[in-house]
C-alpha cells in the first residue's frame, strides 16, 4: 500500500456542478427554475450523526491556517429546494464568496434533493456503519454523484483498508459505483480519545490535499431549485 490507502477507482472526468433539469407544468402554471448559488467550490460532507461535525470543523481549519479561504456552512434540509439557503455558520448569513465552502448534512435526501454532484461520506469502521453507508449509497444510484469517502475510527491504516475495501468492492459489484478513497481518521486521534492537536492536523492535512487534489468538489456551486 505504500504509506497510502489506494482508491479503487478515480472520479470521473469533469463536472460542472450545473444541473439540468425538466419540467413539466400543469396547464395554467407558469413555472420558471432559479439557482441558489454560492460563488466559490462547494464540498458536501454526509456525516453519520452531528458527533461527527467535528471533522468539518477542523478540516475548515486546517484549509484556512494553508490560506484558502474556506468557510463551514450548513443548509435547512428540512426546507425544499425552493426555499433552501446555504448559510454560513460564523455570520448566520447566505454564503459569500469564499473560494471553499464545507456543508455538512445528515441525510442523504438532501443530496437527492439538491442533485450535489460530490459528497464526501464520513463512515466510522465498523461494520454496522459500512452497512449503513452501502444502504445510503444504493438510495443514491439512480443518478449517483461521484462519492469520496473517510474512514473514522479505525485502529490503523491496514482496518481502514480493509473496511473501505469491503465497501467498495460493493457499492462497485452490486450498484456499479465506483468510489475515492480521500483516508482515514484513527480511533486515537478521534474524541474523546485524542484532543486537537499537531498529530490529529497531520492526518486531517492528508485529507485536505486530497480533496483538492483531486478536485473532489462542486464548482462555482450552484444549488438548482424550482419556484413557481
Not at 489506494?6 to 419540467?23: K, R
Not at 462547494?42 to 453519520?48: A, D, K, Q, R, S
Request: hydrophobic residues 35%.
Amino acid at each position: 500500500m505504500n504509506g497510502q490507502l489506494n482508491p479503487l477507482s478515480s472520479q470521473h472526468a469533469d463536472t460542472t456542478g450545473q444541473v439540468e433539469t425538466t419540467c413539466i407544468c400543469l396547464p395554467g402554471q407558469i413555472q420558471t427554475q432559479q439557482t441558489l448559488e454560492t460563488s466559490g467550490r462547494l464540498i458536501p460532507f454526509l456525516l453519520e450523526s452531528q458527533e461527527q461535525n467535528w471533522i468539518t470543523r477542523d478540516l475548515c481549519r486546517l484549509l484556512g491556517r494553508r490560506n484558502h479561504d474556506t468557510i463551514l456552512c450548513h443548509i435547512d434540509e428540512s426546507a425544499p429546494p425552493a426555499k433552501a439557503r446555504v448559510v454560513d455558520e460564523n455570520t448566520g448569513q447566505q454564503a459569500g464568496h469564499h473560494e471553499y465552502c464545507l456543508l455538512p448534512v445528515t441525510s442523504p435526501q438532501s443530496i437527492l434533493k439538491h442533485q450535489f454532484s460530490h459528497v464526501v461520506f464520513l463512515v466510522s469502521a465498523n461494520l454496522d456503519a459500512v452497512c449503513l453507508a452501502y444502504q445510503r449509497i444504493k438510495l443514491l444510484a439512480d443518478a449517483p454523484p461521484e462519492i469520496g469517502i473517510v474512514m473514522v475510527g479505525p485502529r490503523d491504516q491496514h482496518a481502514a483498508w480493509r473496511f473501505f475495501r469491503k465497501l467498495a468492492v460493493g457499492t462497485l459489484r452490486y450498484l456499479d459505483i465506483p468510489l475515492l478513497n480521500l483516508g482515514f481518521l484513527p480511533d486515537q486521534i478521534t474524541p474523546p480519545y485524542g484532543a486537537a492537536d499537531h498529530h490529529r492536523d497531520n492526518f486531517l492535512t492528508r485529507i485536505s490535499e486530497r480533496l483538492l487534489r483531486s478536485e473532489f468538489h462542486v464548482d462555482e456551486a450552484r444549488i438548482d431549485r424550482k419556484s413557481e
